[in-house]
């Protein structure tokens, strides 16, 4: 049991404030081990030059924090996927249902984002016949409402010759 105890580092030593210290610099980020290795060049040369080592050697300085997860790592999969997905098994016959099931569902996709087109085609022109119909309801009101107000004005100029 001593045994164990003691190969982990006491909490005052170096060794544990240099974790602690590369530890708040991995939660900061890139940036504060970049402007931490400026600062030590600028006070002290050696220092940022040990930290531009330690920063090459660990790879902080080139690693990305979410390179697994970024857009970029989605790309590369579905091109790992479209890639295996051609690459034949050495099974003729599976390969043969593959190719035709592969053949089948570009087909499907082909006519689902026509039908899509179609709806979308649809939708857009009763929208534009609504607002023509509503154009066309709100331009007779408005000929109502004026040829009402000649219609008064004739009557009051009537009234008033007589």
């Given at each position: 049991m001593t045994q164990v105890a003691?190969?982990?580092p006491a909490a005052g030593t170096a060794q544990s404030w240099?974790?602690?210290a590369e530890a708040w610099l991995d939660d900061k980020g890139k940036g504060a081990w970049i402007a931490t290795m400026v600062l030590g060049f600028i006070f002290v040369w050696p220092v940022g030059l040990a930290l531009l080592f330690y920063m090459i050697w660990s790879k902080k300085m080139f690693a990305c924090k979410h390179r697994d997860f970024g857009p970029r790592h989605m790309k590369r999969e579905r091109f790992r996927a479209a890639?295996?997905?051609m690459r034949p098994s050495g099974n003729t016959a599976f390969d043969a249902y593959k190719e035709e099931t592969l053949r089948r569902l570009e087909e499907e996709q082909d006519q689902?984002?026509?039908f899509l087109e179609r709806l979308r085609a649809a939708k857009d022109k009763a929208e534009f016949d609504q607002f023509m119909d509503d154009r066309a309801k709100r331009a007779a009101e408005a000929r109502n409402e004026d040829s009402g107000e000649d219609a008064d004005?004739?009557?009051k100029a009537e009234k008033e010759e007589a």
């Open positions: 003691s190969s982990y240099f974790r602690r890639h295996a997905a689902f984002e026509s004005d004739a009557d």
